[in-house]
């Protein structure tokens, strides 16, 4: 049996968002100057060099810009094979996630967010493909 994958550091730059997605809300910073959305979380707006930013709660919908599959076992517990997708947000920011689909990534298709526990009360956003329904 394999030990489980080490769950995420919380950095003061992180908190915000991972109390968020173990409340299974995407919490993605936003500077209140120029009302830009951005990744990774900074203090400092990337835009236009803002010091006054929050979080807001974002609808986690985007398209997939790229994806990649691993196949080597980086930490123990580690799931191979796995894949990781570059998801660029409709409110602007471009996120890289793990991908929660059954198939295949398709580049330029419509994706929404998901929230996976890891344990501990910990929750990761993770995307799959958007299902007609
Ligand atoms: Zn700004």
Same mark, same amino acid.
């Given at each position: 049996? !394999?030990?489980?994958?080490?769950?995420?550091?919380?950095?003061?730059?992180?908190?915000?968002?991972?109390?968020?997605?173990?409340?299974?809300?995407?919490?993605?910073?936003?500077?209140?100057?120029?009302?830009?959305?951005?990744?990774?979380? !900074?203090? /400092?707006?990337?835009?236009?060099?803002?010091?006054?930013?929050?979080? /807001? !709660?974002?609808?986690?919908?985007?398209?997939?810009?790229?994806?990649?599959? %691993?196949?080597?076992?980086? %930490?123990?517990?580690?799931?191979?094979?796995?894949?990781? /997708?570059?998801?660029?947000?409709?409110?602007?920011?471009?996120?890289?996630?793990?991908?929660? *689909?059954?198939?295949?990534?398709?580049? *330029?298709?419509?994706?929404?967010?998901?929230?996976?526990?890891?344990?501990?009360?910990?929750?990761?956003?993770? %995307?799959?493909?958007?299902?007609?329904?």
């Amino acid at each position: 049996m !394999s030990s489980p994958r080490p769950l995420p550091n919380r950095y003061p730059e992180d908190v915000e968002h991972l109390d968020g997605a173990a409340l299974g809300e995407l919490r993605i910073p936003v500077c209140h100057s120029c009302g830009q959305e951005f990744w990774p979380p !900074s203090p /400092v707006c990337p835009a236009d060099f803002g010091t006054d930013v929050g979080w /807001v !709660s974002d609808p986690g919908v985007g398209t997939v810009n790229s994806w990649v599959r %691993f196949h080597k076992r980086y %930490f123990a517990g580690d799931d191979v094979p796995y894949t990781i /997708v570059q998801v660029q947000l409709d409110s602007g920011p471009r996120l890289t996630t793990t991908w929660a *689909g059954e198939e295949d990534p398709e580049i *330029g298709g419509p994706v929404a967010v998901t929230f996976r526990e890891v344990g501990d009360g910990m929750a990761l956003p993770e %995307f799959g493909p958007v299902t007609s329904q």
